[in-house]
């Protein structure tokens, strides 16, 4: 056994131990392992808040500056909701994937077909998924960046900011808490003091609104960013003098 196929092992356990049993499961956390799904997210959400803040602050007049930024907008938001899975399998095709192996992306709701089902040995005979490979992580995510926006939004005082991200670290906790990507209490704790730190930029309202965007984003590819840079120094290239027979 090399020894990049011991630390794959070694991080798989992990991953069991995480998200319960079903190799299902277990597969779709390992999609999380090197960082990547969350980079491209919050690279996303990052462009799309900051480029906000920079038009609320500019208020450009030139039509084409204007065209500039909402390509850019559209770009970030075709990122976010599009080609989060094909950007993120083509970078692990090319970083990560020839360090430890390929696994199978975890499927959409909508790929699973609704005509196949499993029915349980259970006395209620409730249906079950046929392939539980699946993450619910870009959903929930969503979820709770939209939640910070809007928070951030309605409060026009800016300690608006602080309370959003205040709001998106307990949902960031909570929502994941159980998931395929968990994450642990002390990882959120920079959001709402990144908030505090927006607070005293005295941003407008609309503004505010997106910091906590921008925010949310930055955090989320600080956490993919780490998690990378720990499945890089774990998972080197395999050589043919360290593989044994």
Known sequence: MTKTGLYCKLDCRMSEQMVGDGPGRRAAAYWFLDGLPE???????????????????????????????????????????????????????????????????????????????????????????????????????????????LVAGVIEEPIGVPIATSIMAVLFYALHRRSERPYHWASVLPLPIAGFGAMGLHMGQDANAWAAVAIGGAWLAAQGGWRLIVYMRRNPYVTAEGVRP
């Open 39 to 149: 980079i491209v997210a919050g690279l996303g959400f990052l462009a799309l808040g900051a480029m906000a803040i920079w038009f609320e602050h500019m208020r450009p007049h030139s039509w084409t500056v204007r065209a500039a930024f909402l390509a850019v907008e559209l770009a970030a938001l075709a990122v976010v909701f599009v080609f989060w899975r094909s950007i993120s399998v083509y970078l692990k095709s090319r970083m990560t994937f020839p360090r430890t192996g390929y696994v199978r992306p975890p499927s959409d709701w909508d790929a699973v077909s609704r005509r196949e089902s499993v029915i349980s040995l259970n006395l209620r005979g409730e249906r079950g998924r046929p392939d539980q490979n699946y993450t619910r992580f870009r959903s929930a995510t969503l979820s709770v960046v939209v939640c910070g926006n």
